[in-house]
């Protein structure tokens, strides 16, 4: 093999793939547009909500005891909960600005007034409620919102939350009266290191818990777009437009030909995720700058992405090797489908709870490679099992030296370059599908 | 020089050979015509000597070299033409016919050089810089014959190239290819079109099913069939 013939030939390859409007469209443009467009979205969304002021009409707004206070004047008497019972988000963090929520009057018919969008929830306190309190029986107040309105539920979310933490502050007073310290009916001390944070360390963790098991898969499906496409120009296309016989009658030999369309399809791929990444992680980053925490472990990204090579590598050796058993590209682009359906279940056996890296699973293809960029990604106590990368990187490459092998096989076939001069091999299963 | 004894190419499952027992020579400054309908076997025949198919029995040699076991050495000898073969879309006539010519390792000087007179000669000039999906139907067979021809090869193999081009096209393909009669290379001219055979060929084999049925100069078969219109020999040969 000549690699003055194969640079050659990696290189028109690589250009003509990124003179390809369709290709550079589809895989290069779209995260520029698409990153910032789901950044900007969410920032509206986020900026929508903040702005957002709930309405809630009182029924039987007299029946209220005079102490603890729930409103004063047209405003709730909002105080923090105890973090072990929180349970949305009331202002226990300095950084989030809540939405403004204001009493407002109701008429005679509160429910008309929910359902014309009057008040948004309704607090119903039922007859005698201060007496029943001060007895210490139990009675009941109901919370109304319209259902299927989004404005109305959050509102409803944002109101027991309110009546909640009014409600702890009822049973300290009881416990005052009675002489018994307002903590009474805490039994135990609760540390969850998870609630104990802030709501929105909480959030930050939880987004990017999300992304540690969902970019591996995200990634994978980038390398994959970013192969076919080529992979199936740079075969199939190449027939269909005639250009593929030209290159078989130049002196380069059928493995130079291969690898330096392997190589081509390998730095798009890889380019794509790359370039993903890169508006994915400024993406991220304004989310970080916009809670104050961190959603994404940069050094296990740049890890992740350096994992994809060799995934990036195996995924463009198969669509080449299938892609030019294709005659046409609309042909082409039917054989590639199943390298979809087979690499998705690989993909989610490792996105499985509990599924972790073993050696077994390190063996396996595409399940070993992200189960290992999962580790990558996760910010745990536990020590990334450098050991098992052996058993990923050598098994990909395993995989990647036969399909290349298959590849150029393929490309030295009569039968698959020329199918239209073939005999009718293959009976009538072959003939369905040719 | 192109040399064909006993080429057989048979294909799996096919009922009977492509080509069967084909025989043929080609000196330096012939046209060769091989003159055939749809499915005679002349394009299986071309492939065979460009080395992309490999022949199920006989013997073949391009320039001295050995289609079977000299692949490379043989497609560095020879340029090859079809109707069929494409320009890339997305390269320019002179990044096309560059390209080709690194591929057969030619580079610098002399690479310029070989372009320069192509272009000239084919007058190509007006057009290198346009993408090969923007080009005629005629600038594109201009730039597939440079293509074929940036390597200087002493053999041409032409299979069916003034297919689908206008009459003015055509025209100049033909005298193209006159013209390399001129420099003395071997040329091999596959076409189903009695004119191009009658203005372009020194000799004419005549392919059907697979076989050779004729082959002589244009006046041998006249001789042999009592019939001057070459045509009506084709369509009784052949029919």
């Known amino acids: 093999m000549r690699l003055p013939v194969l640079r050659l030939i990696a290189f028109r390859e690589l250009r003509d793939l990124l003179r390809d409007r369709r290709s550079v469209l589809l895989l290069l443009v779209t995260p520029v547009v698409l990153y910032p467009f789901l950044g900007l979205a969410t920032f509206a969304m986020a900026k929508l909500a903040a702005e957002q002021k709930f309405l809630v009409g009182i029924v039987g707004k007299d029946r209220l005891p005079p102490t603890p ?21 009331v202002g226990d963090d300095a950084q989030w600005e809540l939405p403004p929520i204001r009493v407002v009057e109701v008429s005679d018919d509160p429910d008309a007034d929910l359902r014309d969008k009057k008040v948004d929830v309704l607090l119903k306190v039922p007859e005698g409620f201060a007496a029943e309190v001060a007895a210490g029986r139990k009675p009941k107040v109901i919370i109304e919102h319209r259902d299927g309105d989004e ?43 998870i609630t104990s944070k802030p709501k929105l360390k909480q959030a930050a963790d939880a987004i990017r818990d999300g992304l540690s098991r969902a970019l591996p898969f995200l990634l994978m499906m980038w390398l994959l777009a970013g192969a076919i496409q080529p992979a199936v120009d740079l075969t199939a296309g190449e027939k269909e437009r005639g250009t593929m016989e030209t290159l078989l009658i130049s002196p380069a030999d059928r493995s130079e030909i291969v690898y330096g369309k392997f190589f081509a399809v390998t730095v798009f791929s890889f380019g794509s995720v790359v370039w993903n990444v890169i508006w994915l992680t400024a993406a991220c980053t304004v989310v970080e700058f916009v809670l104050g925490y961190p959603i994404i472990n940069k050094p296990g ?82 020590p990334i099992p450098w050991g098992m990368f052996g ?44 | 020089m192109i040399e064909v004894e006993g080429l057989t190419k048979s294909f799996p499952g096919g009922e009977k050979p492509a080509v069967d027992d084909v025989w043929f020579k080609v000196q330096p400054g012939e046209v060769f015509g091989l ?41 560095e000898h020879v340029g090859f033409l079809s109707a069929n073969t494409g320009v890339y879309d997305r390269m320019t006539a002179l990044e096309m016919v560059e390209y080709y010519g690194r591929l057969y390792g030619l580079s610098g000087g002399h690479l310029r050089d070989r372009l320069d007179t192509l272009f000239h000669t084919l007058q190509m000039d007006s057009f290198r810089h346009i993408l090969g999906g923007k080009l005629s139907t005629g600038m594109k067979q201009k730039v597939s014959i440079a293509r074929a021809l940036i390597h200087d090869p002493p053999v041409l193999i032409f299979d069916e190239p003034t297919n689908g081009l206008d009459v003015l096209v055509q025209r100049a393909v ?13 040329i091999l001219y596959s076409t189903h079109i009695m004119t191009e055979v009658t203005k372009l060929c020194d000799r004419v084999a005549i392919m059907a099913h697979g076989r050779i049925v004729a082959c002589g100069t244009l006046n041998e078969l006249r001789t042999q069939y009592g019939q001057d219109d070459l045509e009506e020999i084709f369509f009784g040969l052949v029919s």
Do not use: H
């Not at chain 1, 195996?314 to 669509?319: G, N």
């Not at chain 2, 025949?45 to 029995?57: E, F, G, I, Q």
């Not at chain 2, 033909?174 to 071997?186: C, D, E, H, N, W």
């Open chain 2, 35 to 75: 003159l055939g309908p749809n499915g005679a076997g002349k394009t299986t025949t071309l492939r065979m000597l460009c080395t992309v198919l490999t022949p199920t029995a006989g013997y073949a040699t391009i320039a001295g070299f050995d289609v079977a076991t000299q692949g490379d050495k043989v497609r």
């Open chain 1, 301 to 382: 990204l740049i890890g992740c992405v350096v994992l994809g090579f060799p995934l990036a590598m195996l995924f463009s050796a198969i669509c080449l090797s299938l892609g030019v058993f294709a005659r046409s590209t609309k042909e082409g682009q039917y054989y590639l489908v199943p390298l979809i359906l087979v690499a998705m279940p690989l993909a989610l056996w490792s996105m499985m709870p509990g599924k972790e890296l073993d050696f077994g699973n390190a063996l396996i293809p595409v399940t070993g490679a992200m189960l290992m960029q999962q580790k990558l990604l996760a910010v745990s106590a536990d």
């Open chain 2, 174 to 186: 033909v005298q193209s290819i006159a013209a390399l009669r001129g420099q003395g290379k071997t």
């Open chain 1, 69 to 89: 206070l729930l409103t004063q004047d047209d405003q709730f008497v909002e105080e923090k909960r105890p973090a072990d019972r929180a349970e949305g988000p």
């Open chain 1, 391 to 434: 058993p990923v990187l050598g098994s990909l490459c395993v995989c990647v030296v036969a399909a290349l092998y298959t590849a150029v096989r393929q490309f030295r076939r009569e039968d698959v370059l020329f199918r239209e001069v073939g005999g009718d091999k293959g009976g009538k299963l072959f003939r369905l599908f040719s």
């Open chain 1, 151 to 193: 404005k109305s539920k959050l509102a409803s979310r944002r109101l027991r939350s309110i009546v909640l933490a009014w409600k702890d502050r009822i049973l300290q007073e009881r416990f005052t009266k009675a002489g018994l310290p307002t903590d009474y009916d805490q039994v135990f001390d609760l540390i969850d290191p």
